[in-house]
């Protein structure tokens, strides 16, 4: 059983930043990886990004790319989102998921096990 819990969401103008955490907690946490995907109103929930099995390669999506960086702080088995150059349409509820390690499978929302209970993000143009 892996809990995860998200927090660092608010409002913000365009153009400006925030930095998400997702504190992850479970005797299974080290068979996980982490990923974060947000569900916009009206819309499917959607992958921002995550590692790939060894941890190491990153994975973005492309409206994100370039803006956004995922990193974990492993001591605190903690996961953040850095946001930058925020846009209107980034906003969301930002979820964080965790996928079990032998997945190679990245970012389909099926194959994550685990979510948060999300963390609102608005961007005011």
């Known amino acids: 059983q892996v809990q995860l819990v998200e927090s660092g969401g608010g409002l913000v103008q365009a153009g400006g930043s925030l930095r998400l955490s997702c504190a992850a907690s479970g005797r299974t946490f080290s068979t996980y990886i982490m990923g974060w995907f947000r569900q916009a109103p009206g819309k499917e929930r959607e992958f921002v990004a995550t590692w790939g099995w060894n941890g190491i390669r990153t994975y973005y999506a492309d409206s994100v790319q370039g803006r956004f960086t995922i990193s974990r702080d492993n001591a605190k088995n903690t996961v953040y989102l850095q946001m930058n150059s925020l846009k209107p349409e980034d906003t969301a509820v930002y979820y964080c998921?965790?996928?079990?390690?032998?997945?190679?499978?990245?970012?389909?929302?099926?194959?994550?096990?685990?979510w948060g209970q999300g963390t609102q993000v608005t961007v005011s143009s």
């Open positions: 998921g965790a996928r079990p390690i032998v997945n190679s499978r990245v970012y389909f929302e099926s194959d994550y096990d685990y």
